[in-house]
C-alpha cells in the first residue's frame, strides 16, 4: 500500500539555520505582556536598558492602563519606598524615555506603588543591591600574574592577560 505524500511544511516552519532564543518563547511573553497592558514587551525585557541602571534598581513596571477614550496611558510603577520621593522628581524624565521605546507619547501619567525592599502581594519582585567592589588581590598573585605575561609587548593585550591570569590565580579551588 502506497503512502500518500505528506503535506509541504508551512511557511512559518521553514527555518534556515536557528531561531532566535526569544522568538520561542515571543508568544508567551507578548501574551503576558498584553493581559497587563504592555503593548511593548521591551519595556518589560529591557526595563534597565530603557530607564538605566539607577532607576531600574528601585522600580520595576507593574501595569499600564487605558482610560476608555482617553489620551495616553498611564504606567504604574512599583518603587521601594524610601527611594519614591526622589524618583517623583524624575517622573517626566522617566516617561520621555518609556514612551520612547512606543515611538509616540503613548504614556501621559506615571504613577507609583510604594512597597518594602520584600514586596507586598503583587509586587514580590526582588530589588537587587548595588554590585560591591571585589577585593584587592594578594600583591604575590600581582607578580606572578605580571611574570607570566613578561614577555608581551602590546599594552592592552598584556594587561587583558594579567587580569586574565589574576582572575584565574584568584579563583576558589574546586571540590
Not at 9 to 17: D, E, I, N, Q, V
Not at 99 to 110: E, H, L, P
Not at 147 to 170: F, H, M, Q, S, Y
Amino acid at each position: 500500500m502506497a503512502r500518500s505524500p505528506s503535506p509541504p511544511p508551512s511557511a512559518k516552519h521553514r527555518m534556515r539555520g536557528f531561531e532566535p532564543a526569544f522568538a520561542l518563547v515571543s508568544g508567551q511573553v507578548r501574551h503576558a505582556g498584553e493581559s497587563r497592558g504592555f503593548a511593548v514587551a521591551r519595556l518589560i525585557t529591557h526595563w534597565a536598558e530603557v530607564v538605566g541602571p539607577d532607576l531600574a534598581r528601585v522600580t520595576r513596571p507593574v501595569k499600564v492602563g487605558y482610560a476608555q477614550g482617553g489620551m495616553g496611558g498611564t504606567l504604574t510603577l512599583l518603587v521601594q519606598g524610601a527611594m519614591a520621593p526622589m524618583i517623583e522628581m524624575q517622573k517626566d524624565r522617566l516617561r520621555e524615555k518609556v514612551n520612547a521605546v512606543y515611538g509616540y507619547n503613548a504614556i501621559s501619567r506615571v504613577v507609583f506603588t510604594q512597597t518594602a525592599a520584600a514586596g507586598f502581594a503583587e509586587g514580590q519582585a526582588q530589588f537587587t543591591p548595588a554590585p560591591s567592589a571585589p577585593p584587592a588581590p594578594d600583591p604575590a598573585v600581582l607578580r606572578r600574574a605580571a611574570e607570566v605575561t613578561g614577555e608581551i609587548a602590546d599594552g592592552g593585550l598584556k594587561a587583558a592577560l594579567e587580569r586574565l591570569a589574576t582572575n584565574i590565580l584568584t579563583r576558589p579551588a574546586k571540590k
